[in-house]
């Protein structure tokens, strides 16, 4: 007779088949089963509120009824084509009429390559080469995106390190690192160096604000010296704001990146900007010398087209983002509560749409203060978090508009437990 596994079980197998037991993604101690609204379940049947959200694409909830709807509808109509189709071009339309840099779009699978694009695309703009990212930036996984992410040991700017093994040396030369929020930084930089094709910047990066007049500082030191602005707007993008980041900061980049909520969460990512940049993706414009060959078996694929328009048509209801913004708040200010009554050194840090607590009493401005003065209270808050029914990514936390107030309830209660856990530690 058929058995079901249990969680232990399919860890076993992960083990197994899966090198360190996983995809890569995340905690591999956990193997969930299914989602539902604001909630998923293990494969033990335990249930969690979840603020993990698939890592941002499941804003609305797990399986919303009118997504699923949509998705229905298209399934039996075709999976993926390859060729152009309506439900892709549609859905580049009301990119373009959302977000204020893109003209026109290009579809991709994955964050991560729209990333790879938009520095490909900057260099063949711009005629240069070097591209000036910051330090613990994230921008998917190609080379360039690799340097400097999340080094362990610091290293003197500009000089780029890289995260991963493989990357040829040759990367690093063309890369400068510069510490995130220090404007007069990246003015030396872009002084000294006149090969700087583009500055790539998460708005928010990671969950750290830019200090105000930064973006803005970026901005027109790409135009004094004839760089590009690239905002990495994966996570960003439908999340702060229906325009993304651009629209909540007022800074508008020449290009920007897309994915994560644009596919309503099936794999679809965006690489866009003004029609006189995108040119370099149409050969018969620029010539094959100036031209970006760009194609991939499931871009513009549309069902991930069904999914991401309908979830943005959600989006734009009345109410939707001052809903997302008041959850938010409350799940920030429930916690600065707790951890302030309790006497524990701390600093909340990000958007009211994305943010975290860390253990430390110093600002988080950059990599390098971003980070738990006290990894042990960190985790053990996590833990007992997770004991207590919520599920995070360790150094976030994403609400949802699927959340619901006994949901809230339910997590406050899960944070004072974690908060003596915390006390507990001494
Ligand atoms: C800011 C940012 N850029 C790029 C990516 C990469 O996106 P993907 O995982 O779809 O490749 C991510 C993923 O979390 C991200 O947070």
Redesign the pocket.
């Known amino acids: 007779m058929y058995k079901l596994k249990t969680q232990a079980e399919w860890i076993a197998q992960a083990k197994a088949v899966l090198p360190a037991g996983g995809f890569g993604n995340f905690d591999p101690e956990v193997i969930i089963a299914k989602g539902e609204g604001s909630h998923v379940w293990d494969e033990d049947g335990n249930k969690y509120i979840d603020y993990l959200i698939g ?2 694409p499941m804003l609305l909830g797990h399986g919303h009824p009118e997504v699923l709807e949509a998705v229905y509808e298209q399934l039996p109509k075709g999976m993926t084509f390859f060729a152009n189709n309506s439900q892709g071009i549609a859905l580049a339309d009301a990119i373009c009429q959302a977000v204020a840099c893109c003209q026109q779009t290009r579809f991709v699978t ?4 729209a ?1 790879m694009y938009a520095i490909r695309l900057a260099r063949a703009f711009t005629g240069k080469t070097k591209i000036l990212k910051f330090e613990g930036g ?4 190609s080379a360039e995106a690799q340097m400097s992410l999340a080094p362990a040991k610091a290293v003197n700017f500009p000089h780029a390190v890289p995260d991963s093994a493989g990357i040829p040396t040759s990367v690093a030369e063309q890369m400068l690192i510069a510490p995130f929020n220090d404007l007069d930084a990246v003015a030396s930089l872009l002084a000294e160096h006149d090969d700087i094709a583009a500055i790539i910047v ?1 708005p928010l990066q990671r969950i750290i604000p830019p200090q105000p007049g930064f973006l803005a500082g970026l901005r027109a030191l790409c135009d004094k010296h004839q760089a590009l602005l690239i905002f ?1 707007e ?2 960003t993008g439908f999340r702060l704001a229906y325009g993304g980041a651009q629209e909540h900061y007022g800074v508008t980049p020449d290009i920007c ?1 897309l ?2 909520i644009i596919g309503g969460g099936f794999p679809l ?1 965006a690489v866009g900007a003004s029609e006189d940049i995108m040119r370099h993706f149409d050969k018969a414009i620029v010539g094959a010398d100036q031209w970006l060959m760009q194609l991939g078996t499931l871009s513009g694929n549309p069902v991930a087209s069904v999914a991401g328009l309908k979830t943005m048509e959600i989006l734009r209801r009345e109410g939707s983002y001052q809903q997302l913004r008041r959850f938010g708040k409350s799940l920030q200010d429930m916690q600065v509560s707790a951890l302030t009554k309790a006497g524990i050194a701390h600093q909340l840090c990000g958007d009211e749409t994305l943010f975290d607590i860390f253990f430390t009493d110093v600002p988080c401005l950059d990599y390098r203060s971003a980070n738990h003065k006290r990894p042990d209270q960190a985790a053990a808050y996590q833990a007992a978090l997770r004991q207590h029914g919520v599920l995070k990514p360790p150094s976030k936390l994403y609400p949802s508009l699927a959340l619901t107030d006994q949901d809230l309830e339910h997590t406050s209660h899960a944070v004072d437990k974690a908060v003596d856990a915390v006390v507990s530690l001494g």
């Open positions: 890592s941002g994955s964050g991560g390559e990333d994230y921008h998917g996984m998460e990495d994966v996570v990146t994915g994560k990512a």
